[in-house]
């Protein structure tokens, strides 16, 4: 597709459950990102990959969530054990990587997945 | 370490001008803005470098001032379709978004 792709893009589930959030980013993008997004906050850093490598997992809140990425190209964000806490939208974004180290290049973000724990 | 981003809100009437400010407490490499609308996805609206490079996206520009750890956004005869939350992302190893400013422009 042309875009960055996410699903499901509204999921309800009941606290204690296991959710997995798919995002599939332009192709040719290396960088990918995923960020948190609760009602009415900001953008809350998660994860970065840079191709299929996690450089920086600081931002996974607990033990419970984890992502992967695989083929330089979709990523998974699985959260275990859902909690109400984890209700937010969840967004992805991919770039091309340009400059690594002083910069990154423009971020296409996806519309998100809304998930919602009752 | 997150960016923080100064005035939290701010309304504004069709025509004015309005400023929104970014600073971190460490070094910058980069400054990207992003403005998101509700319900949608951020849309990203420039990136700024190292060396007080400026730069416009239609009425809107911004200044990057390495020194100060500080970046700023201007925009100048705000239209309807200015309001949403601005965010400011830094950039070291990985970007990092500010909380955001929330822009309102009335008729």
């Known amino acids: 597709g042309a875009g960055v792709s996410q699903s499901p893009s509204n999921k309800v589930t009941e606290k204690g459950k296991d959710v997995e959030l798919r995002c599939d980013p332009i192709s040719g993008h290396t960088a990918l990102y995923w960020y948190r997004q609760r009602l009415g906050q900001g953008l809350e850093f998660l994860i970065y990959?840079?191709?299929?490598?996690?450089?920086?997992k600081s931002g996974l809140p607990s033990d419970r969530f984890s992502a992967e990425r695989t083929g330089e190209s979709v990523s998974t964000l699985t959260i275990q054990r859902t909690q109400q806490e984890d209700s937010a939208v969840y967004l992805c974004?991919?770039?091309?990587?340009?400059?690594?180290?002083?910069?990154?290049?423009?971020?296409?973000f996806g519309e998100g997945s809304r998930l919602t724990v009752l | 370490q997150q960016p923080v981003q100064s005035p939290q809100a701010v309304i504004l009437r069709e025509g004015e001008d309005a400023v929104i400010n970014c600073s971190s407490s460490?070094?910058?490499?980069?400054v990207h803005w992003y403005r998101q609308k509700h319900g949608e996805a951020p849309v990203f609206l420039m990136i700024l470098l190292k060396g007080g490079e400026q730069k416009g996206h239609e009425k809107i520009s911004a200044s990057f001032n390495e020194k100060k750890q500080q970046s700023s956004l201007y925009l100048t005869a705000s239209q309807l379709s200015y309001s949403g939350t601005y965010f400011c992302?830094?950039?070291?190893?990985?970007?990092?978004f500010g909380q955001g400013t929330e822009l309102s422009v009335k008729p």
């Open positions: 992302g830094t950039y070291r190893g990985k970007l990092i």
């Open positions: 990959f840079q191709g299929n490598s996690a450089p920086d």
């Open positions: 460490k070094a910058l490499y980069s």
């Open positions: 974004a991919s770039s091309l990587e340009a400059q690594r180290e002083i910069n990154t290049g423009e971020l296409f």
